[in-house]
C-alpha cells in the first residue's frame, strides 16, 4: 500500500462563540487556498443555515457547492453518530475525495465531543484533526460577556450555599478555549492596544496550556498558519478539560433558544438595522444573521450582529421574481419572547 494510499486527511475545527467571525475567516481561508481542495462542514444552532448561503455566495474560484455541507439539525457535538459520521465517511469516499476538510462548529458546540468521535473506527484511521482554532470576538470577551464576577457569585453561594451556581455562556466559552491549539482573537480593530493586552492577559490565565493567539481583524489570518498544525488532537483528549468531562450521554443545549423571523422589504438600511439594534437591547438577543430586501436595491443585504453590534453588506443581486421577504435568525438564551421580537422585527423601515 502506498503512502499516498494510507495518508490520514487533515480536519482542521473552527470553534468559537456565536458571532466571533468564524465564518469570514473561513471565507478568507477559502480566497487564499490555491488550488487546494478543502472541504467545508458548516453546522449551525436553528434550522436556517445562513453561514453555508454566505459561503456559497462568496463567488470564490475552486469553491464548489458541493464541497460545502450544511448541518442543521442541532450542534455537531449533539449529533455526532447521526450527522456528522456519515458526513465525513462520504467526504472521503468520494472520487476526488478533499485534501483537506474544515468543519465550521455552531457557536454553542463543545469541542470534545467531536474531538472524541474521530476516534471512531470508521474515520479514525482516515482522518486526523490538525489543530482547533478558537476564534474570539475581542470587543465580547473585554466587555466581560464570558465571564464570571467573583465577588457576586461569592455572595450569592453565602446566602444561599446549596445554589448551584451555572452560567452557560462561561461553560462553553471555557470548553472552546480550552480545546482550541491556536486562539484568533478577531475584531482587534475595535479595542485599543490597551484593551487588547488586557484580553490576552484574560484568556492567558483561562487556558490549561500555553498557546499562540493571533490577532486579527475580518479574519485575516494566514491559512498557511491555520493548516498544518499537525496537532493529531483526537489523541490529546487529557489536555483539553470540558466542564462537561463527567457527563453521560450527548450534551444538550437547554439553556439556549433559537427560531426565524420573517422580516418584509425595507424602506432604509440604516433605519431597519436600527429596529435590530433596539430589538438586540430590549430582549438581550445574544445574535442575529439573516437576510432582507431594500426597496430600489438589485442586491440581497446580509446582516450578522453580535449584541447590538452589527454588521451588514449587499452580498449577491437579487433574482427577478424571488421572493423578497428576509429571513432572520434570532438566538438567545432561554426565555426570548419570540412573539414579541417577530413583531417587532415585522415592521417595515
Known sequence: MSAASTRRVPVTIITGFLGAGKTTLLRHILQKAQGHRIAVVVNEFGSLGIDGDILRGCGIEGCRDDDIVELTNGCLCCTVADDFLPTMEALLDRADPPEHVVIETSGLALPKPLLKAFGWPTVRGRMTVDGVVTVLDAPAVASGRFADDPEAVAKQREADPSLDHDNPLAEVFEDQLN???????????LLDAAALDAVEKQIQKLVPRPLQILRASEGKV???????????????????????????????HDDFESFVATVPEQNSVE?????????????????????????????????QGVGVRFRHEFDRPL???EDRTGRIVV???????????????????
Open 179 to 189: 480545546a482550541a491549539d491556536l486562539i484568533v482573537l478577531n475584531k482587534t480593530d
Open 222 to 252: 494566514d491559512p498557511a498558519v491555520l493548516l498544518g498544525v499537525g496537532a493529531e488532537a483526537e489523541a490529546d483528549l487529557d489536555s483539553r478539560p470540558s466542564h462537561h468531562d463527567a457527563e453521560d450521554g450527548d450534551h444538550e
Open 331 to 349: 438566538i438567545g438564551q432561554k426565555g426570548l419572547k419570540e412573539a414579541a421580537i417577530k413583531s417587532e422585527l415585522a415592521k417595515t423601515a
Open 319 to 321: 433574482q427577478a421574481g
Open 271 to 303: 433605519e431597519f438595522l436600527t429596529i435590530l439594534q433596539d430589538v438586540a437591547r430590549k430582549y438581550d438577543v445574544l445574535r442575529m444573521k439573516g437576510f432582507a430586501a431594500v426597496a430600489g436595491k438589485p442586491m440581497r443585504l446580509a446582516v
